[in-house]
T-cell receptor
């Protein structure tokens, strides 16, 4: 079945460091890809999305590019802030085939801690 | 403000006492869904609804019921809660099953 694999955390960085969180996926259909962020005690917020190969999603300084050839959607940010400390989830929705239900398939989440 | 709301946000109950968690969205979205989040198991879909009066099981539907009588509301019903349903529950909605989903703030349920 479809799946998402994220790098394990926690990831601890100093403020202004470069961030990469790796995400790879397996899908039989034509997935749309997402990054969600969960701040402590809160719900999931959509951070960015990409719906087809080579699309780049971006928001709040975060970027991710849909790479079909490597089945990856790595999250990057050039300079992290303390306020970026949260759990980040990579997710997909498969469109087409028998999995056309709209179900979001999530990775396990990666905890990011940014220290001043 | 466009949003998904859930109530209650926190609930402690006892085994067997029926409860309902409400979910409402004001974005005229067709698709709505319930997920539960558990440590080590991640987020899993419980039920979803493609539109009014159309609901279907997700990956972990046992012990839950839903209804979709109006477009904006999608309540989650636990007719006889058990301790293994202690979890953090999220409602989500989207324009259609093809689009990004927007999540409510979550309901933390404890069943004693």
């Amino acid at each position: 079945g479809d799946s998402v694999t994220q790098m394990e955390g926690p990831v601890t960085l100093s403020e202004e460091a470069f961030l990469t969180i790796n995400c790879t996926y397996t899908a039989t259909g034509y997935p749309s890809l997402f990054w969600y962020v969960q701040y402590p005690g809160e719900g999931l917020q959509l951070l960015l999305k990409a719906t087809k190969a080579d699309d780049k999603g971006s928001n709040k300084g975060f970027e991710a590019t849909y790479r079909k050839e490597t089945t990856s959607f790595h999250l990057e940010k050039g300079s992290v802030q303390v306020s970026d400390s949260a759990v980040y989830f990579c997710a997909l929705i498969t469109l087409g085939g028998s999995s056309n239900t709209g179900k979001l398939i999530f990775g396990q989440g990666t905890t990011l801690q940014v220290k001043p | 403000e466009a949003q998904v709301t859930q109530n209650p946000r926190y609930l402690i109950t006892v085994t067997g006492k029926k409860l309902t968690v409400t979910c409402s969205q004001n974005m005229n979205h067709e698709y709505m869904s319930w997920y539960r989040q558990d440590p080590g198991l991640g987020l899993r879909q419980i039920y979803y609804s493609m539109n009014v009066e159309v609901t279907d099981k997700g990956d972990v539907p046992e012990g839950y019921k839903v209804s979709r009588k109006e477009k904006r509301n999608f309540p989650l019903i636990l007719e006889s809660p058990s301790p293994n349903q202690t979890s953090l529950y999220f409602c989500a909605s989207s324009l259609s099953h093809r689009n990004e989903q927007f999540f409510g703030p979550g309901t933390r349920l404890t069943v004693l």
